[in-house]
């Protein structure tokens, strides 16, 4: 593709680096805990990311939509969850990708989803492996650990053998700022698995996949005895919000927003970048953190942070750039046409405005396409 | 396109009935005042949209990228504004439009940018028409009136056949409830336009376009007596934000993002729904608006608003749909599989989150394609 200076901006950055030593850490991290990493492609969504994932593999995936499934099937990946709640409109779809020497599990939390998977899986004679799911901390979906139609629904499940286990999310976990609380969450969500395991197993079912995670506890947790897969997806880019609750640091984001200066206005401090909303994404997950990020920190093309730098204020395709309140670092000198580059506050959001990455490789600049939408 | 039944929730559907009334109640108003409308294509970045705006014509438009602007020039439109201020990697691309027979204005508001536009039409003997940015209500980006700078820039490109007047986006009106306020922010864009205007005649220069706009000033101006042309986006769809300004009404509001019910939390209220921030944006645009609407209001299939039923909290691909917090209302009984049409906050946020717009058009469902990217 193009060299840098014919690029037009806002594109999106990718450091193949950056990413790359996030990818070897979680991974060797599952490892030495003895657990399988399934990570979530729905913040990539990028067939090249993946394929640095897996080293030229096809692991097992986690999936948001059903076109990352079909994306993803299309191009090798067998062992696929889709961890959204499934619904009936989306069977037709599912069966046709369990026809073809693929597995995709589904999830669900209720008696009618059962009966509705049930009835596709027998009328079109095709297995659908399906996952119960469970709330660990109230925060989305699933039923309660003690909720007694967990069980229930494992046996309407298993009388067609379709029963595989159960899926947890904790999403609590991105409000936890202390390493004791992001430790805490990690414990409380794999001794919330293991107990809803164990009622299955006394009632008689077997529950071969334990499945956990969340970027904040695969990174805290001392012990997975009993799990036995983890799901994380944004720890690939890492982002604002992760660093804001001491998940990594400012430099392990792997994305950034490239914008270039259109403007100044002295009389207010702004510096006028071309990085709007449409480019940065409505996402404000570091507004109620301890350091309110605005939009995004803005950093040097060589990804030095300036002091106090961020996107305090967006439109469509404008962001204006300022000191954080109170700060008494001086404003850069910023020309017209000056590129930045942007942290995002949220790397699933941020990137999901794009069709794809820059990423620099040995010299060259590649573009790797992301499969948006449903 | 397939049935209304094979449809992959989430998708945006689009009202053609609704879009025409409100294309229809501008236009007329426009006429009335004696003004021309150039719309804003931003919010709906599609050509079937400005098909149903011009009557099967092609009239003048404003745009918010260079992507827009070729995708219009590519299909007939010859007169357009590309109103973000402008920066030399641009400048490739337009004067590359601007060659073929298509006139591209751009933006600026400083002494360097002007120079910038100069060096690059001079070398390519091209004409690139230039339009003044001027701020009226402190919101973004230009000069203000009084600025001495309006009159220096004006005079450089004037000596180069450059320069076609000034543009102006009293985007304060988005944060006017009251008609009365409505009415000074139309009539103090108007009244400080035609001042700048006044202030370059005065030192010898003509002003052809004197161009201002938003959709709440477009809808409450009584008079635009030296304004040129009106620009506005939003009101082609409208939204939550202008329902909750009164610039419109909830059944003014075009586009919806139909979801299915994936599940339900009966301990927590909630009906959960695969219309997520990646369907909905994560605008919130109404949080400080007299009504927080959350994510959205959610409707029945027929477009009638549940009492008080709102998407409180979204994750990726997951929608929260709960009562308005003190509502007195009944959590409608939807099943898992249930449709519901979700009105959005921000037109234009939640439209660029697809790739096309769903439309029932006489018995048929089309797909209208977005030209997102940049």
């Known amino acids: 593709m193009a060299s840098f200076s014919e690029l037009t901006t806002p594109y999106l950055l990718l450091d193949p680096v950056v990413m790359q ?26 067939l090249q990311v993946a394929q640095r994932i897996f080293n030229g593999g096809h692991g097992p995936i986690t999936v948001s939509t059903l076109k990352e499934a079909e994306y993803f099937a ?15 409109d989306k069977l037709a779809r599912v069966a046709r990708l369990n026809r073809a020497d693929v597995t995709v599990r589904v999830l669900l939390d209720s008696v009618t989803q059962a009966e509705q998977v049930m009835a596709w899986a027998v009328r079109e ?3 659908i492996p399906v996952l119960i799911e469970i709330d660990c901390d109230g925060e989305r979906a699933g039923l309660r650990e003690n909720d007694p139609k967990i069980v229930e629904i494992a046996k309407i ?14 999403g609590g976990s991105y409000h936890c700022p202390s390493k004791a609380a ?32 969340s970027t904040p506890t695969a990174y805290f947790a001392k012990d997975l005895s009993g799990v036995t897969e983890v799901r994380a997806g944004v720890y690939v880019f890492q982002d604002l919000v ?14 950034s927003v490239v914008a270039t200066v259109i403007g100044h206005r002295p009389d207010k401090g702004w510096i006028m970048t071309d990085a709007g909303w449409m480019a940065l994404s409505r996402d404000r ?12 920190v803005v950093c040097a093309m060589d990804g030095t942070p300036y002091s106090d730098l961020i996107v305090t204020s967006t439109s469509q395709e404008h962001g204006i750039v300022a000191l954080r309140k109170g700060s008494k ?39 790797w396409p992301r499969i948006n939408g449903w």
């Open 21 to 46: 030593r996030n990818i070897d850490f979680l991974q060797q991290r599952m490892e030495k805990l003895g657990v399988q990493l399934r990570p979530h492609v729905k913040t990539a969504k990028s």
């Open 74 to 88: 299309e191009h090798g990946y067998t062992d696929i969850t889709y961890a959204v709640g499934i619904s009936p």
């Open 125 to 127: 004679q095709v297995k």
């Open 157 to 170: 499940l298993a009388k067609n053998d379709l029963f595989s286990g159960m899926l947890m999310h904790a």
């Open 182 to 213: 992001k430790e805490a969450a990690a414990e409380h969500e794999r001794a919330t698995a293991v107990a809803v395991r164990d009622r299955l197993q006394a009632a008689g079912l077997e529950c071969p996949i334990v499945s956990v995670g």
């Open 242 to 255: 992760m660093a804001g609750i001491h998940v990594c640091q400012l430099k392990d984001i792997a994305i």
């Open 285 to 296: 997950g570091t507004a109620n953190q301890e350091i309110d990020q605005g939009y995004g």
């Open 329 to 367: 670092a001086k404003l850069p000198q910023l020309e017209v046409g000056s590129k930045v580059r942007i942290l995002p506050n949220h790397a699933c959001a941020t990137a999901s405005q794009f069709d794809g990455y820059v990423v620099p490789d040995a010299d060259q600049l590649a573009f």
